[in-house]
C-alpha cells in the first residue's frame, strides 16, 4: 500500500489567497483526518470524518477554513481567505477503526506558508 | 479538561546509555495511548498502542508501559538512528465510540555516537 498520500508538499501563497490541500487515504480505512502542527502548539485535531461523515470539527480554528470529503478516497481542506497566522504543516491521517484497533496512520505533510 | 503532558521536553543520551520517556495523562475514560515516532521534515510513524493498565509492548529496543496515569517508552542502548521526536496521545472514551487522539507536544531524543 502507498500509504496516505498528500499533495502538494509545500505551497507557498500570499495573504488572501484560497489553498486547498489534498490527501487520499489508506484504502479500506474508514476514518480521515486533519491536523495542523506547529512549534507552539504541536499537533492539533483540525476535524474528523467516519465513512465520509464529520463527526467533529470542533478543532477547525475559524470559518475560513473547511473540509470535505466527497468519496472513500479523496479528501480537501481548504483555507479563504488564508493568513500568515494558517503557516504550519499539515497532515493527513487515516485508520481503520474497527473493534479495538484505533491506531492512526500519517501521510508526510503540507508545510504551508502564507506571505 | 483531557490533557497529555511529555517530559522531558528534549534528551540528549550518549549512545549506548539507556533512559525513559514520560507521558502522563488526563482524560475522562482511557480507551487507549498510543506513541509514535517523527523524523524532521516526515509525517508520525506509530509505534505502540497501550489499552489497559500493567500492559507492556516491545518493539527492538523500545518497551512502552502503562500505568492509570502514566506511560513510560523505555529506550535501551539506543542508537543514533534512534533520533527523533517521540509524541505520546490518548483516545478518550466519552462513553461512545470516538476515534479522536489527543497529542502531547513530544520529546526530542538526540542520540550521540
Known amino acids: 500500500d502507498a500509504g496516505v498520500i498528500q499533495s502538494p508538499r509545500h505551497e507557498v501563497t500570499e495573504m488572501g489567497q484560497e489553498v486547498t490541500l489534498r490527501c487520499k487515504p489508506i484504502?479500506?480505512?474508514?476514518?480521515l483526518f486533519w491536523y495542523r502542527q506547529t512549534m507552539m502548539r504541536g499537533l492539533e485535531l483540525l476535524i474528523y470524518?467516519?465513512?465520509?461523515?464529520?463527526?467533529?470539527d470542533s478543532g477547525m480554528p475559524e470559518d475560513r477554513f473547511s473540509a470535505k470529503m466527497p468519496n472513500a478516497s479523496f479528501s480537501t481542506l481548504k483555507i479563504q481567505p488564508s493568513e500568515p497566522r494558517d503557516s504550519a504543516v499539515y497532515f493527513c491521517?487515516?485508520?481503520?477503526?474497527?473493534?479495538?484497533?484505533?491506531?492512526?496512520?500519517f501521510g508526510p505533510g503540507t508545510r504551508l506558508t502564507v506571505t | 479538561e483531557d490533557q497529555v503532558t511529555q517530559s522531558p521536553e528534549a534528551l540528549r543520551l550518549q549512545e549506548g546509555e539507556s533512559s525513559s520517556l514520560n507521558c502522563s495523562y488526563t482524560?475522562?475514560?482511557?480507551?487507549?495511548l498510543f506513541w509514535y515516532r517523527q523524523d524532521p521534515g516526515k509525517g508520525p510513524e506509530f509505534l505502540f498502542t497501550l489499552y489497559s493498565a500493567g500492559e507492556e509492548k516491545e518493539k527492538e529496543r523500545l518497551k512502552a508501559t502503562l500505568t492509570k496515569k502514566e506511560s513510560f517508552l523505555h529506550i535501551t542502548a539506543p542508537k543514533p538512528e534512534d533520533s527523533a521526536t517521540y509524541l505520546c496521545a490518548v483516545q478518550p472514551s466519552y462513553g461512545g465510540a470516538t476515534n479522536k487522539l489527543i497529542f502531547g507536544t513530544g520529546t526530542l531524543l538526540a542520540v550521540q555516537p
Open positions: 491521517a487515516s485508520s481503520l477503526a474497527s473493534g479495538a484497533n484505533y491506531e492512526q496512520y
Open positions: 484504502s479500506g480505512h474508514n476514518s
Open positions: 470524518f467516519n465513512n465520509n461523515v464529520p463527526i467533529d
Open positions: 482524560v475522562s475514560g482511557l480507551r487507549g
